[in-house]
DNA sequence: TATGAATGAGACTTCATTCAT
DNA sequence: GATGAATGAAGTCTCATTCAT
């Protein structure tokens, strides 16, 4: 996962000192703060910098361009995700599916709760995404997907490793999509919401038996 | 419905003549096609003159500004997409759910591949409205899953209203999203997706008896 | 001639009422002056723009970027220095060569002192072709050296076409810097110089009976 | 000769130790890679440092700014140009201006391939020239030149000294630019662009009856 | 003395929108 | 109504130079 979440790629200078790590997540945060308030076009560098009490300068020595603020989010909210799940998914190994479902949407609404720019980010990238080469794409985490499809075929050794990446595929989209319109509603919508989540990704596994 | 998708809202004139419907068709087709290529963003009120063959001042006389052209996008999409709906819907009504789900995701299936800049303006359109007030809104359509609601409501009467409303937009968001995702792969990735996506459906609805 | 000296490649559109012409002729002169002035990386487009009084977005509806503002203000150099030198050869067809000489580089001299920006655009022209690709070096004007390697030619007919060229384009190049030269002084040096150019060029060209 | 071309004027320190004196010449060297490879302008004082294995922080300990560095690598050109010129010049104090003008362009047309910058070098300093000062034209070398003219001058004594000096001028510069354009084509042009200038020197001082 | 991160003014260029014709 | 030239605020990014360490 370490290559994969590598933020080398797109910062320009690897931050050596604590000030200038300090500086980095200043950056970071600030970016992160805009882009949900006011979207990721209409967020000027020279606010972020400002936002994070930096000169444009400091911003452009560890960011190339502005892309690579967003890239550089997605990095950190990835890193982030993973460990969350890595941990939860040892702890479920052989626990129900229905546990399995019910405890892993909880943690991720938790991180959809804390991370509210993540929809803002990932969405941002896709446009971005269309307008450049689709070979960014691989910059994308699918550790996540990996690691469930395998979890799948250790469950049901019957199904097919590429029908365990498909269903990997299908549930980790499904819970994100439905988790990020959970927090466009209200709390009550919120907890209605997850609760269907569960509903419909139990119904779902429970198919294949595992 | 005709009220809700009346485009009189995001247009500055109402084209009486065949030759200005002509034009704004034109013109929506040409933003349509340039959101797609290039992001909404990137697209220039001027290349969505040039590429619809109009002058730009044209342009402005149907639509307010850049944002209209959008919404009016989002408008005729929905006209189309619920026109698809409400037929294949009328013929569904008494099958079992699993051919419902069967022909419904292949009729969507169908409609994503023919209007593929749905999503790009969709998410641009979210894009939008988080900058802007929330009172746009509104201009979603939320007709189909209304229609849907009822439906399963019917199918299942001791299913609440309020429950019926939740499993129609957990539905509906669920295979739209799964279906733009489909659109990303190749043609063997999106059959794959497809079925996925009536297997995923069907677990759910049968969950509830519909 | 029009066709290697027209503006069409470096205008980004043709001017075609008066008020428009008039302004590519403001900005050209205001680019001219401050090329003079200050150079032309010293110069910025806002400069031209404010000293042509016109906004700077007028200027980049006529020229797509700060270089064509150069190739611009060379082409219209390599027009007016063609026509001054067409008209001068056809009444010096047949005169000795000293007086050939004499009333050319007398010719140019005025040239040189009209304007004095020929010597900073060019220059600077070929420093940006150092950068490029070589390939925009045709833009350059060929036709004053291939005329004059006719006339040589028609003047000495046992010379040989390669060699008239050659000795064109050294005579050209030469007067061309000493007159440039002569620029940097004072009155008598400038006299001084015109002089001593007349005695080198037509000591040259006698060495070759033309 | 020192005194004239001595780099105290623009070396911020004079390197006393071998490690300093390296350095001032590694950075000399990237710069005139640079300067030769993308231009002056384009050239930044960090890509200097880079090339010349040197932190930027160094760089501006030997030299105030960027200015001072195209100072510096004229000051190198002369020194070395006039050592070439000094030593073959001396040979030749007897020999008929033909034989003289033939060895002279030579060695000149050597300089020139040995050096390449130093056009790119000149021609820019002419440019910053506009902008500063006129004060800093004394940097420029004018020891040839005075040599020249007292050689001329003792070759034929009827010639008053300010003739001499402009008849020097002359040769110099159109050497200088003959060569400089020889330098542009292939080696066959250079050839005889050579051959050409030693037919127009030699032509031009057989006038005077050097 | 040596280093290289930090600075911020300012450069070029774009483009949504208007309005005189 | 139709046109498209005109506008100028604003955006991204660069880079010579400094100075704290």
New interface residues.
Partial sequence: MAETLDQATSLRRQPKQARSQERVQQILDAAEQLF???????TTTRAIATQAQVPVGSLYQFFPDKAALLKALAHRYFEQEYQLFVQLHAELATVPIAVYVDRMVDAFDQFAIDHPGYQ?VL??M???M??ADAATYNEFDPQIGLELAQFLARRNPTLAPAQCD??A??AL??VN??LW?SLTGDRTFRQ??IA??K??MT??L??YGV
């Fill in positions: 949900i308030e006011v979207g990721y076009e209409q803002a969405s941002q896709i446009d971005l269309t307008v498909l269903i595929t299908v989209k499904t999509e439905l319109l209605q919401l269907e989540t509903v419909l119904a779902y429970q198919t």
